[in-house]
């Protein structure tokens, strides 16, 4: 699976931004996916996750109510929606597939469970 991630870009605060990850392959729907941000000097941090279905979301508490995960597995494209962006949400953002057997609805916050990454999109909000 290979995922390329679009969409970062230079926003003030408050403002708003649409990331999106396009994966390759016919078995898109087999993964749950997942993103998640690195700013330098700093972990990788998770900030949202889906499961396969669309079904089940899980959020950082940093983001929850700001940001919402979406996917559309026809398209084999996940979507993150950025609003109300702050300057602390600047990052390198990567998407992150983790297979998942059985069709079981789980979503992983460790990226030690992802098994594919993109290469990043860079999000910076100015104050």
């Known amino acids: 699976v290979q995922l390329v991630e679009s969409g970062g870009g230079l926003v003030q605060a408050g403002g708003s931004l649409r990331l999106s990850c396009a994966a390759s392959?016919?078995?898109?729907?087999?993964?749950?996916m997942g993103w998640f941000r690195q700013a330098p000097g700093r972990e990788r941090e998770f900030v949202a996750g889906?499961?396969?279905?669309?079904?089940?979301?899980y959020y950082a508490d940093s983001v929850k109510g700001r940001f919402t995960i979406s996917r559309d597995n026809a398209k084999n494209t996940v979507y993150l929606q950025m609003n109300s962006l702050k300057p602390e949400d600047t990052a390198v953002y990567y998407c992150?597939?983790?297979?998942?057997?059985?069709?079981?609805?789980?979503?992983?916050?460790?990226?030690?469970?992802?098994?594919?990454w993109g290469q990043g999109t860079q999000v910076t909000v100015s104050s």
């Open positions: 992150a597939a983790d297979l998942v057997l059985l069709k079981q609805a789980i979503v992983a916050v460790n990226p030690d469970e992802y098994d594919y």
């Open positions: 392959g016919r078995t898109f729907s087999s993964y749950a």
């Open positions: 889906i499961a396969w279905s669309g079904g089940s979301t």
